[in-house]
């Protein structure tokens, strides 16, 4: 089963060949402005597993906010939807992919919710949902597979 999303005016489209490392919703106060929204839902992948079609996405360069550290934004030039993002702090060539850009956003469900410190407090998480008040270690929580797939990124 092979992803497959785009951005609002279809000039960029995208497939991805191998299923995410890991899903986040990101309730960080960054994540809760570049959405326009209450959370970001993220597909954490290796660049080379995404692939892109039609027009050249725009990069927007962040500073540095909540993390304290910057990260590229990766948009559509002519609709400005949020494609994916690329963060400089994470080692190896990772792209967070924004799960709402899907052809079908049901396809994916959170593995994790992140920064629940800054979560809208009418927004209830699913009982059961694995949730950090800030970030967590990846070791502690991505199934091996995706772990290895870590280590290949040359993380040791
Ligand atoms: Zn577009
Ligand atoms: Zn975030």
């Not at 279809?10 to 890991?22: C, D, H, N, S």
Request: hydrophobic share 40%; net charge neutral; aromatic share 10%.
């Amino acid at each position: 089963m092979a992803l497959e999303g785009g951005c609002a005016c279809g000039a960029i489209r995208y497939r991805l060949t191998a299923a995410p490392m890991i899903v986040h919703a990101c309730h960080c106060r960054d994540c809760q402005r570049l959405s326009g929204s209450a959370f970001a839902l993220n597909l954490w992948i290796e660049r080379q597993f995404v692939e892109a079609a039609g027009s050249e996405p725009v990069v927007f360069a962040v500073p540095p906010g909540g993390s304290g550290k910057p990260h590229d934004v990766f948009a559509c030039g002519k609709c400005g939807t949020h494609l994916w993002n690329k963060y400089h702090a994470a080692p190896g060539d990772t792209v967070l992919l924004c799960g709402g850009t899907l052809d079908d956003p049901t396809a994916v469900t959170p593995d994790v919710h992140i920064f629940t410190r800054s979560k809208l407090p009418w927004l209830q998480l699913p009982p059961g949902a694995r949730a950090f008040e800030t970030f967590y270690r990846i070791t502690e929580v991505w199934p091996p597979a995706s772990l290895e797939r870590w280590r290949q990124l040359g993380t040791g």
